[in-house]
Every structure is written in structure tokens, then in C-alpha cells.
Nanobody
């Protein structure tokens, strides 16, 4: 079992930056593919970005390409989401997920989730 805890969310003005962290614990963490999803009230959970267990491959939603960067440090059991040039449309609860398969974009494929961290971007 993997436990995930997100942190780093908050209120930021448009154009600003935030870095989210996902602290993982459990067995064989380094073998899990990881992803970030986000969800606004009344909306489906939306894929943001994913990273393979080795960190070799990364994937991004078109809406965040060039602005968000996912990374991981398996030695520290950490996954990060660096966000720059934030827009109001980025406002959502951001969730970190763990996935043993290769389907990064479908939330159903993720086995474990954190509690989420709120990101609010003001205009």
C-alpha cells in the first residue's frame, strides 16, 4: 500500500508560481507511475501530468504544457509539480495519484490518491 500526502497549495495571483509536493510512503514506491490530477467543484477529475516510475517519461495535458513541470525523487519518495504562469482556470484541488500501469491520463487507472491540496489563482 502507498500513502500519499500533498502539500504546497495556496492562493496565488495570476502569473504567479507554486510548487506542489507529494510525499509518498509504502512498499516499492519507486515502481509506481505517478500523476497529478485536478478537480474543480462540479467537474470531473482532470488529468494534469504524469511521470513514469523511473522519471524517464513525462506527459502533460495540453492546457499546462510549457507551464507545469512534474518531477520525482525516488530516493526521497517525493513527487513535485512546479507550476508557473498560473491562470485563473488552473484553480482546483490538485491530487497526487499512484498507478502501477501505463495509463497515465485516466483517473480510474490510479490505485492510490492523496487528500488533495487547494490551488486558487486570483485575477
Amino acid at each position: 500500500q502507498v500513502q500519499l500526502v500533498e502539500s504546497g497549495g495556496g492562493l496565488v495571483q495570476a502569473g504567479g508560481s507554486l510548487r506542489l509536493s507529494c510525499a509518498a510512503s509504502g512498499r516499492t514506491f519507486s515502481r509506481y507511475n505517478m500523476g497529478w490530477f485536478r478537480q474543480a467543484p462540479g467537474k470531473e477529475r482532470e488529468f494534469v501530468t504524469g511521470i513514469s516510475w523511473s522519471g524517464r517519461w513525462t506527459y502533460y495535458a495540453d492546457s499546462v504544457k510549457g507551464r507545469f513541470t512534474i518531477s520525482r525523487d525516488n530516493a526521497k519518495n517525493m513527487v513535485y509539480l512546479q507550476m508557473i504562469s498560473l491562470k485563473h482556470e488552473d484553480t482546483a484541488v490538485y491530487y497526487c495519484g499512484a498507478n502501477e500501469g501505463d495509463d497515465y491520463t485516466d483517473y480510474v487507472a490510479y490505485k492510490y490518491w492523496g487528500q488533495g491540496t487547494q490551488v486558487t489563482v486570483s485575477s
